[in-house]
Each structure stands twice: as structure tokens, then as C-alpha cells.
């Protein structure tokens, strides 16, 4: 038996706005127990009085099949009724009355083995090749190059050390020039060393991140349509991370020979910790996810939950920092 969702009058904008989503193939997708499928909104069909000229029409009844094992959902499908149709070719409004069916099916599919169908999206083969001899021909060029540019290099720099080493005085006395005009800032150290410091620490702790990120993919963690996983796995291991950032900081810190410790480790600290918020909302700018975070730590702070991500981030800093400090010690 058919039941109705709901009835709409669409205005004149509103079909017009269907009948190009129709007319480019826009199709939806939807969700049932974290278990993604997807329908057309409508079909194109030509007109059969007028064969140059096509009809719209709008799907109005979905048939909604559901696999279950016991008390598990296994699969789910949607199909639309090709008959139950709205004529969208038009611009007048339209009374549409949307229906939809459910039909269970029992199978024996395990709970564990749901996920398999989509282990590969609709819009890649079955199976992928590796394209070994590609990726080991980039590799080789890559090194090639990498070492006539290493032995131009060192033959330019043995040329000089060559050249100074047998006539000093007139070395000083020659005007410099090339890679020499910079030899003094090389070994010069930075005006804000603790900012510095706390970049570098940053920067490693993000490129740990994403060694971390690449792994977990490599080895199968992020299967396609697990909603959040991604984004948990990155606030997760950001987190954790922290220490590393706080460990390469004072290291760093104490080679530049920094002295203000308190100001360098409250430096790694914020920034460390203000990268987080910085980059979701970049991330997310255009997406509704950014007012879905901003709303959960909303309700978060509101709680009067202390121990909060940015806390335990700072926490995990300054374990690093202090862990760096006794090794020395």
C-alpha cells in the first residue's frame, strides 16, 4: 500500500527550477541506517505528436525495497514508478501528490558484508590497475634529476672551498657574488625565534597528520559514503598529535638558543591550538558542515564540559614540551 509523504503546489518558478534539474540529469541520494542510495528526480521522453519536442516529468512515487538480516538492515534500493509522473513541460502551477512504498526482504547476507557493494563507486572500474611502470618511470626522472642538479651544485661549491682554500687574502679581497651574497643569513638567527619554534612544531605536527590520514585510506579505514569518518579521524589524530608539535618546538627552540621558554611554549601553545578551528572552517566554507560544528561546540561549551578539545590540545602540547625538557635534563 501507497502512503503519502506530502502534497505541494508548485508555482511556476518552482517547475521550471525542476524541469532543468530533469532536463540535466540530477538525481537524489539518501540515507537509511548509514546505507547510501540514489533516484532520479524525473525522465525526458520525447513528444509523441511532435517527435522534435520533449516532455518533463517529475517523479511523485518512490518504491523503497529494504534487505534485512534478523534485526539488521542489509541493502536498500529506491525505484521510481514510471507511470506515477508530473508534467513538468509547462510554466503553470501543479498540484503534485507525493507517494511512497516500502517492501521487505529477508536475505542471508551477513551484517559485515553490507558495506561490500560499495567498496567501489559507480564511477570507477571494478577492478584498478596500478600503473607500476609509470609510477617507476616519474621516480627515476625525479632522482636523475635530482642528481645532475646535486652535482652541478657541489662541483660549483668545491670549485670555491678550492678556491679559498689556496689563496685566502685574495678571496676577501674579491667582490662576492651568487649564493655567497647570503652565506651570512644562512647561520643568522630569526628576529622571533619562539614564533619560529612554534611553526616548525606546527608544520610537523600537520605533515604527521597527513602521513597518518594517508595510512589509515591505505589501509581501508575511509570506505566510500561512512559519513564523518574523515572528519572525526582528523580531529581525533590532530589531537594527539599535539605532543609532537610541543617536542619539536623546544627542540628547535633550544638550537636557536631561546631563553624565554614560558613565552615560546604559550606560543606553540595558541597556535597549535588555533589551527584547529581555522582550517574546519576553511574547509568547510561553503557547506553546511561549518554551522553544524560551530552549533556542536555551541552546545559543547554550554554543557560545561571543560575538558574540550582545545584544552586537551594544550594539554598534549605542553606534554611534549615537557617531555623534550626531561630527556634533556
Not at 540515507?31 to 547510501?36: F, I, K, R, S, T
Not at 604527521?208 to 572525526?232: D, Q, W
Request: a negative charge; one cysteine or more.
Amino acid at each position: 500500500d501507497s502512503e503519502v509523504v506530502c502534497r505541494k503546489k508548485l508555482s511556476k518558478d518552482e517547475v521550471s527550477k525542476f524541469r532543468k534539474a530533469v532536463a540535466k540529469d540530477y538525481y537524489f541520494q539518501m540515507y537509511y541506517d548509514d546505507l547510501p542510495f540514489w533516484g532520479f528526480l524525473g525522465k525526458v521522453e520525447k513528444d509523441k505528436n511532435d517527435p522534435s519536442e520533449e516532455k518533463y516529468y517529475l517523479f511523485k512515487h518512490l518504491h523503497f525495497e529494504i534487505h534485512y538480516n534478523k534485526d539488521r538492515v542489509i541493502e536498500i534500493n529506491a525505484k521510481a514508478d514510471p507511470d506515477a509522473v508530473v508534467d513538468l513541460t509547462d510554466d503553470k502551477e501543479v498540484e503534485v501528490e507525493f507517494l511512497y512504498t516500502v517492501r521487505w526482504k529477508e536475505t542471508n547476507i551477513p551484517y559485515e558484508s553490507r558495506m561490500e557493494k560499495y567498496s567501489q563507486t559507480s564511477s570507477q572500474p571494478h577492478h584498478l590497475e596500478i600503473h607500476w611502470f609509470s609510477i617507476i618511470n616519474s621516480c627515476v626522472t625525479v632522482l636523475l634529476l635530482t642528481g645532475f642538479l646535486a652535482t652541478i651544485l657541489m662541483r660549483v661549491l668545491k670549485n670555491d672551498f678550492v678556491k679559498y682554500a689556496h689563496d685566502e687574502e685574495e678571496a676577501d679581497d674579491q667582490e662576492e657574488t651568487g649564493w655567497k651574497y647570503i652565506h651570512g643569513d644562512v647561520f643568522r638567527y630569526p628576529k622571533y625565534k619562539s614564533l619560529f619554534a612554534a611553526a616548525l612544531g606546527s608544520g610537523t605536527q600537520l605533515f604527521c597528520l597527513a602521513l597518518s590520514i594517508f595510512g589509515l585510506a591505505l589501509v581501508g579505514v575511509f570506505y566510500p559514503y561512512n559519513r564523518g569518518a574523515l572528519f572525526t579521524a582528523l580531529v581525533v589524530i590532530y589531537a594527539l598529535t599535539s605532543g609532537i608539535a610541543g617536542y619539536t618546538a623546544a627542540s628547535f627552540y633550544h638550537q636557536l638558543e631561546g631563553t624565554n621558554w614560558v613565552c615560546a611554549e604559550l606560543t606553540i601553545d595558541w597556535l597549535s591550538v588555533l589551527w584547529a578551528p581555522l582550517s574546519y572552517f576553511l574547509l568547510s566554507k561553503h557547506s553546511c558542515n561549518c554551522l553544524h560544528c560551530y552549533c556542536c561546540s555551541t552546545l559543547w561549551y554550554n554543557s560545561g564540559d571543560c575538558i574540550n578539545m582545545d584544552i586537551g590540545d594544550f594539554t598534549i602540547v605542553s606534554i611534549g614540551w615537557y617531555c623534550w625538557e626531561k630527556q634533556q635534563g
